[in-house]
């Protein structure tokens, strides 16, 4: 179980505030498990970890083992709310340096760059390989292009037959393209709940085949979440983890416009991306929302930490503290001690981080920023799988409190829209004029 210490925020709020916003957060908590609330047709994330489909369970595992016995490099295609939570549980927990020939994880599909693309079909080339093809709606143009080009490579090196072997969707059980395409082509298909959006679908198929044929312990993942569902559905508002972070980010937020949240652990640079999305596209509408930013220190404190020091004072910061390393170990003295560094002798590096942590929160805090801090056990699957459904119930209920539908994104279409006239698409040819003219 996480706590959250908001000792660093005392001196910038005040008890009533505080109070009030303790009963906001706790009226909004209601509203998502009563599922009375705006979007209440995507709440099915809620009770998946104990209502999700054994069967498909099992077959995600058998299909992992399969990824790993006949291939070197796994391509997970898929853009937003349909890599990210991969992308962040697999970069947590894998190995900084890599061991051994374990199986290769690539993501594909999140960009448009052709650079990128073509010098991944170059990589492959020489690489057996099999492709994970995730999307919910099926027709986002960005998959939908890494996954034309990727088959067609796949397709020239092994074949039709055995391609479609190597193919595993993750779509909607009924409709799009993709839908259409695996039901045609006999891909093994994996299904994203109708009622459960992109970026609250990490633990469905979306995050666990790709997190699986890495060599991930899942169901460890899923336990993680299964008690934290547990927990956030039953404890009170001074025991509640999930309650008090949307209460203290809410209340900050409205004096301050930008959360970052911080790390010193460079193994959870992908895990604040996710977060970024969560919060950003679930809370960033009607001109309201704290802006989600992220940072990892100590690195950024050579970058960054001068602005959040004494740059404007638009921010506070929420710090995700790990506290036991997966590894450590002790400096040592040495003979003349030039390097000045003898002071550390028998210090544990991890005790090294630890200072500057703290010396940080005192000093931003000593600036002006306000500080909040998640205390999480370690890093492994348990409490990843804990730490990221933590993350999403909070965002339910902060985005309640400013009256916000945590679950559309109405302002995606915009870019898209402008992007399918410009490229011709038929359907588009109005706003095409309309653009041309701009
Ligand atoms: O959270 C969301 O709903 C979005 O970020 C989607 O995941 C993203 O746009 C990709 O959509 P799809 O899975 O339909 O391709």
Known sequence: MLK??????????????????????????????NKNGLGNDFLGWIDYPINYDKEEYDRIKKAAQKIRNDSEVLVVIGIGG???????????????????????????GNNLSASYMVELLKYLENKSFSLNVISKSGTTTEPAIAFRLLKELLIKKVGKAEASKRIYATTDKQKGALRTLANS?????????????????WFTAVGLLPIAAAGFDIDQLMKGSI??????????????????????????????????????????????????????ESEGKENKGIYPASLIYSTDLHSMGQFVQEGSRLMFETVLNIKQPNSDMKMAKEEVDLDGLNYLEGVNLDYVSKMAM?????????????NLVIEVDKIDEYNLGYLLYFFMFSCGITCYMSGINPFNQPGVESYKKNMFALLNKPGYEELRKALLKK
């Not at 210490?5 to 498990?33: D, G, H, M, P, R």
């Not at 299904?191 to 679908?201: A, F, K």
């Not at 039953?234 to 911080?262: M, W």
């Not at 703290?358 to 306000?370: R, S």
């Open 227 to 280: 008690d934290s569902r547990n927990d956030a559905l039953s404890l009170d508002f001074k025991n509640s983890p999930f309650l008090q972070y949307a209460c203290y980010r809410h209340l900050l937020g409205t004096k301050k416009g930008i959360e970052i949240l911080v790390s010193f652990e460079p193994k959870l640079a992908y895990l604040a991306e996710w977060w970024k999305q969560l919060y950003g």
């Open 185 to 201: 082509e006999g891909y093994e298909t994996f299904i994203v709940p109708d009622d459960i959006g992109g970026r609250y679908s």
């Open 82 to 108: 349909s890599y990210l939570g991969a992308k962040a549980v697999i970069e947590a927990l894998k190995p900084y340096f890599k061991k051994g020939k374990d199986l290769e994880i690539i993501f594909a």
């Open 358 to 370: 703290e010396g940080t929160i005192l000093a931003h805090v000593d600036g002006g920023v306000p």
């Open 4 to 33: 959250i210490n908001n000792q660093n925020i005392l001196k910038f709020v005040n008890q009533a505030e505080l109070k009030l916003e303790e009963e906001k957060a706790i009226e909004s908590y209601k509203t998502l498990v």
